[in-house]
């Protein structure tokens, strides 16, 4: 069962969501926004932070460095 990450476009808010039979969220669960875009589940990919700082918090304490999701499908964490 994948698990995507999102990104709300209306309120800058990020949202996993585990995708049932291919049924992807259409709306934000904090605005009802539908401008959503799904985010690619890869380490390191960091949608923020384009000045030089790191949103990840927790990212020191597993192996991967550049993961700020909490259960990332790319890395396993
Ligand atoms: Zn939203």
């Keep these: 069962m994948p698990i995507y990450e999102y ?6 808010h990020d949202f996993e969501y585990l995708v049932f039979n291919a049924q992807e969220p ?5 605005c009802n926004s539908s401008q959503v875009s799904r985010q690619m589940s890869i380490c390191g990919f960091v949608s923020k932070g384009a000045g030089g700082e790191t949103v990840s918090s ?20």
């Design 26 to 30: 259409e709306t934000c669960p904090t």
């Design 58 to 77: 927790s990212a020191s304490a597993n192996s991967c460095s550049g993961c700020t999701a909490t259960s990332c499908t790319s890395c396993g964490h």
């Design 7 to 12: 990104h709300c476009d209306q309120c800058d």
